[in-house]
Antibody, heavy 121, light 108 residues
Framework: EVQLLESGGGLVQPGGSLRLSCSASRFIFSNYAMSWVRQAPGKGLEWVSAISGSGGTTYSADSVRGRFTISRDNSNNTLYLQMNSLRAEDTAVYYC??????????????WGQGTLVTVSS | EIVLTQSPATLSLSPGERATLSCGASQSLSSSYLAWYQQKPGLAPRLLIHDASNRATGIPDRFSGGGSGTDFTLTISGLEPEDFAVYYCQQYGSSQITFGQGTRLEIK
């Protein structure tokens, strides 16, 4: 079964940093773009960032551009999200999602279980 | 940024009834680049429909999507108990992905 497993969430102070990881299995990881999507407590879904299958192109939402960096290691089937200068409004469950496309973000057919990031002093 | 507006915010129906959910885009979506997701409490979203009207793998045929341009619908014919959840539309007409705010489908 195709699977995504996130890790790295936790409690961090405002202004701090955190790196999320997403381990992928049972599909050809490099063939697909990948995204991070977040959901604040009791709120809707917000797309955060995406990366092409090769890792050569990245895309980010305005709300995180310049603070968050998405990357991938195709040799280890792992997706990352480096989050810097964290704010209280970044508190959310962060989902890793497999895209149906290869080049740019389109839509997401496989999701991880999510990892909770809490930004609070 | 393309803004998606879903209506209604909450829809109360009984099992067996037909549900029609709407999603409006602030600008026309090229090639009907719209998807629908279902999310149940505590779980990740599940892709239902892509390209406005194509069911994702394993999705029952009671789920159907339609529309083009700026107006899209998700129809669930013959509601099953497991269909009561929150539904989101998502556009990918631009590389700045956006989601609608969601429609909660609840049991009447």
């Amino acid at each position: 079964e195709v699977q995504l497993l996130e890790s790295g969430g936790g409690l961090v102070q405002p202004g701090g940093s955190l790196r999320l990881s997403c381990s992928a299995s049972r599909f050809i990881f490099s063939n697909y773009a990948m995204s991070w999507v977040r959901q604040a407590p009791g709120k809707g879904l917000e797309w955060v960032s995406a990366i092409s299958g090769s890792g050569g192109t990245t895309y980010s939402a305005d709300s995180v551009r310049g603070r968050f960096t998405i990357s991938r290691d195709n040799s280890n089937n792992t997706l990352y999200l480096q989050m810097n200068s964290l704010r209280a409004e970044d508190t959310a469950v962060y989902y890793c999602a497999k895209d149906r496309g290869r080049i740019r973000p389109v839509n997401f057919d496989i999701w991880g279980q999510g990892t909770l990031v809490t930004v609070s002093s | 940024e393309i803004v998606l507006t879903q209506s209604p915010a909450t829809l109360s129906l009984s099992p067996g009834e037909r549900a029609t959910l709407s999603c409006g885009a602030s600008q026309s979506l090229s090639s009907s680049y719209l998807a629908w997701y279902q999310q149940k409490p505590g779980l990740a979203p599940r892709l239902l429909i892509h390209d406005a009207s194509n069911r994702a793998t394993g999705i029952p045929d009671r789920f159907s999507g339609g529309g083009s341009g700026t107006d899209f619908t998700l129809t669930i014919s013959g509601l099953e108990p497991e269909d009561f959840a929150v539904y989101y539309c998502q556009q990918y007409g631009s590389s700045q992905i956006t989601f609608g705010q969601g429609t909660r489908l609840e049991i009447k």
